[in-house]
Nanobody
Framework: QVQLVESGGGLVQAGGSLRLSCAAS????????MGWFRQGPGKEREFVAG????????RYVDSVKGRFTISRDNAKNTLYLQMNSLKPEDTAVYSC???????????????WGQGTQVTVSS
């Protein structure tokens, strides 16, 4: 079992940057593919970015390509999401999640963090 705790959210002006972290417990973090999801006000939760267990492959939703970067440090059991050029429409609760295999499908992620709020002001 994996326990996930996000941090790094906050309030930022449009055009600014934030770096989210997701700390994982247990010794099996490196066995899981990881993903970041977000849920904005009145919206469904959506896939933002995902990365394979090795970090060798990643994928992004079109709306964040070129602005967000997902990465992981298996030695530190930590997943990251670097968010640059933030826009008001990026405002959401961001959650990290673990899956046995790389996927963009929310339902296939087995473990979830509690989420961290990101608010981008215009």
């Amino acid at each position: 079992q994996v326990q996930l705790v996000e941090s790094g959210g906050g309030l930022v002006q449009a055009g600014g940057s934030l770096r989210l972290s997701c700390a994982a417990s247990g010794r099996t973090f490196s066995s899981y593919a990881m993903g970041w999801f977000r849920q904005g006000p009145g919206k469904e939760r959506e896939f933002v970015a995902g990365i394979t267990w090795s970090g060798g492959y990643s994928r992004y939703v079109d709306s964040v390509k070129g602005r967000f970067t997902i990465s992981r440090d298996n030695a530190k059991n930590t997943l990251y999401l670097q968010m640059n050029s933030l826009k008001p429409e990026d405002t959401a609760v961001y959650s990290c999640a673990a899956a046995l295999r790389f996927t963009t499908e929310l339902a296939k992620y087995n473990y979830w963090g509690q989420g961290t709020q990101v608010t981008v002001s215009s």
